[in-house]
């Protein structure tokens, strides 16, 4: 079955950086677009960003763009999300999916704060 694990999350100060992680089983990696988004308390989900099958084409969100970088390594069935310059309204919940958002990790917490 699909399976998407997130990892990589923690507390990082205002201005540090966090990379997540994206492990993928279950259905073809390679063809896939896989997605990042966000939730955090009292606010809806968030799309972040996504990467095309073969990394030839991302996506990032307003909010994040030109802090964050997604990446895929197709030997490893990973995507990552590189987060930097990180702000206290990154603080959130953050999932991976894919098959046109049908399959979601458990997510892994994201925490910027002093």
């Known amino acids: 079955q699909v399976q998407l694990v997130e990892s990589g999350g923690g507390l990082a100060q205002p201005g540090g950086s966090l990379r997540l992680s994206c492990l993928a089983s279950g259905f073809t990696f390679s063809s896939s677009v896989i997605g990042w988004a966000r939730q955090s308390p009292g606010k809806g989900l968030e799309w972040v960003s996504a990467?095309?099958?073969?990394?030839?084409?991302?996506g990032y969100a307003d909010s994040v763009k030109g802090r964050f970088t997604i990446s895929r390594d197709n030997s490893k069935n990973t995507v990552y999300l590189q987060m930097n310059s990180l702000k206290p309204e990154d603080s959130a919940l953050y999932y991976c999916?894919?098959?046109?958002?049908?399959?979601w990790g458990q997510g892994t917490q994201v925490t910027v704060s002093s």
């Open positions: 999916a894919t098959g046109g958002l049908k399959y």
């Open positions: 990467i095309y099958s073969d990394g030839s084409d991302t």
